[in-house]
């Protein structure tokens, strides 16, 4: 059984100061790191000779409109089914350059996840052989899942509730 | 798309050059986005040469209703609606997998009689997700007698459901630190039932199809897929044991005391139509010893963690105690904080591992809510299985796939 700190370890001895912002959240080992050193930490992952991180679970974005310099953050969670130890990876990039490289030379699902996070919050993954919007239609001209996009119309005023303040 | 050396401009011959040349010549079809043989709504445009697949492209998102986004507005008890119409064949392991995530993000930990009882209703969601999508590739393979004499089960789980929970299809079952309510014994008794009398109906309907010759020709061999491609393209699910992979995250990562039960993984060798059929098969058998288990060691107890702040307290007490009633008021408005924290958890659906990230900023909804869909995450091998085979394999192979309409768009 690997342990967390044990993985931890071996991946801060390789990246040094690449990887950073090292936590486990209800036991899932989390850390960061940079849009360049995306694929390179991959390409280690899934070539280790023993955590064989082979099978990539999801990709997701999440949307922090506050945090200055780290609005977007793209999450990877990855699974080594030999050794039944997950991880997840995640990179924030600036809202002025939404640029991230594909990882689908790696892994062939990360095509129509890295299409669906394009789709909803307009994160360009860079070298995708087919980047076009896979659940809305093509013809919309804004990423839905961003925040500044309220689900429901600001100005309506049977919506106020004064006891509650929503 | 169209490749060089078949360009259909090139059939325009002098009349003097002796009889027409026939050049190959793709076909653009549309398969869907309604067609019978789909069972939702997808389209695959296909470019045929004659009968073979050459390649094929598939649309999706004619029902994308934006669950992601839905739920950063609503209390966490009211997204378990949104999660009853993701895989609306096993609504139940939906449920329960959102209820977990949650009990995981809050720290509630649940009585083993609740845990059993989701087990139970997990597992008969599992039957009958593998019956529609058994029963109904034996319908696109031309044997409608099978699909037959397995729906009146599927019928009596939906009575199963209609007695834990009061609603068939969409379940919104248990609740955010248990079950809504115990198992009556009328559920009991048509549990019980259900163990006797659904044993014979499989091994009829195994009788009819497993060595049934017209239907081995039309599987085997349909639509294989290596292990490694399998993993690759992030099967998981009967689909990735089909191919070989031992994968089954009941029991990698166990959850509602999955431990407690003696069941095996069936895996299947070459990943075709037929493997995909055969693991289905043998996983209602497993379903079937896992319920038969946890019926016979129910423990007694309470069905519902002691969690005032998130679990809706009896009727009776809000009518007569002040402290229920605030509670109730409560949750119903959906006024209880949750923590900030990040989670993942993930459960074996009907068709894969179904995942839930959740973010909680610390506040009534989820900051941010993503739902990992397998069968959107393995429906973009399609075209890959597809190709060089014939239009009736494709929809043979769409079918062994259990795609659900509702699950991949979200």
């Known amino acids: ?166 | 798309m169209v490749s060089e050396e078949l360009d259909i401009t090139k059939n325009n011959l002098p009349a003097e050059q002796g009889p027409i040349q026939y050049v190959n010549e793709l076909t653009t079809l549309n398969l869907g986005p309604t067609h019978p043989a789909t069972h939702g709504i997808f389209q695959n445009i296909l470019q045929m040469d004659g009968e073979k697949i050459v390649s094929g492209e598939q649309t999706i998102g004619y029902i994308h209703r934006a669950f992601e986004k839905i739920a950063e507005r609503r209390p966490f008890y009211q997204i378990t609606t949104l999660t009853d119409r993701m895989n609306y064949c096993s609504s139940p392991i939906n449920n329960m997998g959102w209820h977990m995530t949650v009990e995981k993000l809050l720290g509630i930990d649940i009585p083993k009689r609740a845990q059993y009882i989701r087990v139970i209703m997990m597992e008969l969601a599992r039957l009958s997700d593998h019956l529609i999508c058994n029963g109904i590739l034996g319908v696109d393979t031309g044997a409608f007698t099978g699909f037959l004499y397995i729906y009146q089960e599927r019928e009596n789980i939906y009575e199963i459901y209609e007695e834990v929970c009061g609603a068939r299809l969409t379940t919104n079952m248990g609740r955010i630190g248990g079950m809504e309510r115990d198992l009556s014994p009328t559920a009991i008794r048509k549990i019980k039932e259900l163990l006797v009398r659904f044993p014979k109906v499989l091994r009829e309907f195994e009788n009819l199809f497993n060595r049934n010759r017209i239907f081995m020709d039309r599987v085997v061999n349909v639509g294989a897929i290596s292990a490694e491609r399998a993993l690759s393209y992030g099967f998981t699910g009967p689909n990735l044991r089909a191919a070989g992979v031992d994968y089954d995250v009941r029991v990698m990562n166990p959850y509602s005391s999955y431990q407690d039960f003696e069941f095996d993984i069936p895996v299947g060798k070459s990943g075709d139509t037929y493997d995909r059929f055969m693991v289905r098969n043998e996983e209602m058998w497993q379903s079937l010893r896992i319920i038969q288990q946890a019926m016979d060691n129910l423990p007694e107890g309470p069905f519902y963690a002691d969690a005032p702040q998130y679990y809706l307290p009896p009727k009776q007490e809000v009518y007569k105690n002040m402290e229920a009633l605030i509670y109730h008021f409560k949750i119903v408005m959906g006024e209880i904080d949750a923590p900030v924290g990040e989670v993942y958890h993930a459960v074996e659906g009907g068709n894969g591992e179904l995942g839930f990230y959740l973010i909680s900023d610390g506040g009534r909804a989820p900051y941010r809510l993503h739902f990992r869909r397998p069968c959107f995450i393995y429906y973009q091998a399609y075209p890959e299985m597809c190709k060089g085979l014939t239009l009736s394999d494709a929809i043979v192979i769409m079918s062994s796939m259990n795609v659900i309409a509702g699950e991949l768009d979200a």
């Not at chain 1, 899934?46 to 990539?56: A, I, N, P, V, Y």
């Not at chain 1, 299409?115 to 659940?135: K, M």
């Open chain 1, 1 to 166: 059984m690997l342990t967390n700190e044990e993985v931890a370890k071996a991946i801060i001895t390789q990246f040094g100061e690449n990887v950073s912002d090292f936590d486990d959240p209800y036991d899932l080992l989390t850390f960061a790191t940079s849009r360049e050193q995306i694929i390179p930490v991959f390409t280690y992952l899934k070539g280790h000779s023993t955590f064989q991180f082979g099978f990539l679970t999801d990709i997701t974005a999440v949307h922090y409109p506050d945090s200055v310099g780290k609005e977007f953050c793209v999450v990877y969670h990855v699974h080594s089914l030999t050794n039944n130890f997950r991880l997840r990876i995640k990179v924030y990039l600036t809202a002025d350059d939404v640029h991230i490289p594909t990882l689908t030379p790696l892994f062939a699902s990360a095509n129509w996840m890295e299409r669906e996070t394009f789709d909803l919050f307009g994160i360009i993954f860079d070298g995708h052989p087919d980047l076009r919007r896979i659940l809305n239609m093509e013809e919309m001209d804004y990423y839905p899942m961003r925040k500044e996009y309220p689900l429901e119309d600001g100005t309506r005023e049977d919506k106020i509730d004064a006891l509650f303040g929503r």
